[in-house]
């Protein structure tokens, strides 16, 4: 068949993407049925929304230290060669990104060694908006663990588990990350809780905050434990409240340079 | 119920992962069967391998221009400060990477406004292996296309399409970029096929080398076409040869940095 033949066929006749992913579903099922699934699934039907967990990230976005995440040097110019590349100055952990384990253990798993088989994910979301809007210092606590789980059932193993304490509202403000005094002010989860995800096969843990700790702990200890673990985090999630507490698939875009600790990230999550 | 006996319960009827996503699919093909599929689905039912398609990346990795794409320098010593973080100077396009419109349009669309429904989305892969080994400036042309349609059917609306051309077998090795006289020399696309994958709606292309025109390339036809058209590409993709034709769902991990022109991306594929 001639060129122009082909390609008018296939604009004529070209399937939406709504079709194909509706044949795949059903072969994917079929695959189901037939006990074809392997031993790690990580991907189910979806509708097919994306929702973008990640904040736009520039030298304005807020960091743990205070000092710019990102610098921008031109590299080529536009007007001279016509396109256009930037020399970036990054700090590993700014923006939404991932700590390694790496990032707290001297010769831990980095973040280009991480299994790929968890960057993409079941992803449950604890919600403690009620109480960190008493308590800017709030925690994921295991009760809030247990609370989820009566709600929304068991936390499957390999799944990604988020605190949503609507922190991301504060972006912009000094809220963000102290209080009035100056001191490190935000939710996050204590060691309690993550301790309890650890039994349960939690593979990493994300928050909407600057630190996977609470802005008042004295001693990281949700760093010093959970990343030496092997496992992952992810810090300055966005978006949450666009996502049920359960059902959503996450997608975490991971950097993959060798030997780093952790790095700006690009997280999606598919419901 | 207390703490503890909740945590047991938990472990003791955990779900697995398989079971998890058993489910989700099942529900899926509910909500597809009653029609409340979205307008841009983008997932389907996987039996849950992730195939990662991004280079591990370091100084070393081979780059257009020759020079290494990122440097390391230390910004907080573990055993100064019991964790670590390195600054990173980042050359965008370096590593397995996006272009984004803007890098080869003054005013275009930055890799941070890339829209996230075309970030995940059906990937096909055209094979060109046995012509690159013939011709090391092989491209992708219309009869491929052609070719591609006839053997396994259209390609869909928002798909990426990718050239597999071998050449991540030559990563380590000067011919990767480089005849023996030191000439660019690699596959890529010709720009009469990225014309005819735009009349089809598709709306990003990938390529296993350093560049989206071939390496002799004079006059970067396909840069110059379907970046300013609004579409983005991937460059240095690996792993292409574990991964089926038609029927995997493609996970473009872009980064974020606002008014970025690209950058490197975490791409992972289901199947």
New interface residues.
């Given amino acids: 068949?001639c060129?122009v033949c082909?390609?008018n066929n296939?604009?004529s006749?070209?399937?939406?993407?709504?079709?194909?992913?509706?044949?795949?579903?059903?072969?994917?099922?079929a695959?189901?049925a037939a006990g074809?699934?392997?031993?790690?699934?990580?991907?189910?039907?979806?509708?097919?929304?994306?929702?973008?967990l990640?904040?736009?990230?520039?030298g304005d976005f807020p960091t743990f230290d205070g000092k710019p995440g990102?610098l921008?040097t031109e590299?080529v110019n536009?007007?001279q060669s016509?396109?256009?590349?930037?020399?970036?100055?990054?700090?590993?952990?700014s923006?939404?990104h991932i700590d390694a384990p790496?990032?707290?253990s001297?010769d831990g798993t980095s973040v280009?060694e991480l299994d790929?088989?968890n960057?993409?994910?079941?992803l449950c979301i604890i919600d403690i908006k009620a109480k960190a809007a008493e308590d800017p210092n709030a925690m994921v606590e295991?009760?809030d663990?247990?609370a989820f789980?009566?709600a929304n059932?068991?936390?499957?193993?390999?799944?990604c588990v988020a605190m949503n304490s609507g922190w991301q509202d504060k972006i912009g403000e000094a809220g963000y990350r102290n209080d009035a005094d100056g001191n490190f002010t935000f939710p996050g989860f204590s060691k309690a809780a993550t301790d309890?995800l650890m039994?349960?096969?939690v593979a990493s843990i994300g928050v909407d905050t600057l630190s996977l700790d609470p802005g008042n702990s004295a001693d990281?200890a949700v760093?010093?434990s959970w990343l030496p673990s092997g496992r992952f985090g992810i810090e300055n999630l966005a978006n949450l409240d666009a996502l049920p507490a359960t059902?959503a698939?996450l997608?975490?875009?991971?950097?993959?340079?060798?030997?780093?600790?952790g790095?700006?990230?690009?997280i999606?999550a598919?419901v």
Avoid at 36 to 52: H, N, Q
Wanted: net charge neutral.
């Fill in positions: 068949m060129h082909v390609i296939v604009k006749s070209m399937l939406s993407r709504r079709d194909f992913f509706r044949k795949s579903a059903a072969a994917g099922i695959a189901t074809a699934v392997s031993a790690r699934p990580a991907l189910a039907t979806a509708t097919g929304k994306v929702v973008d990640t904040h736009t990230f520039d990102i921008y590299n536009f007007d016509g396109y256009q590349i930037w020399e970036l100055t990054i700090f590993e952990h923006g939404t790496l990032h707290f001297k280009a790929p088989q960057l993409i994910c079941p295991p009760e663990i247990e789980v009566s059932g068991e936390i499957p193993e390999g799944a309890s039994e349960m096969g990281f760093h010093t059902g698939t997608f975490v875009g991971a950097p993959k340079h060798r030997d780093g600790t790095g700006p990230a690009r999606m598919m």
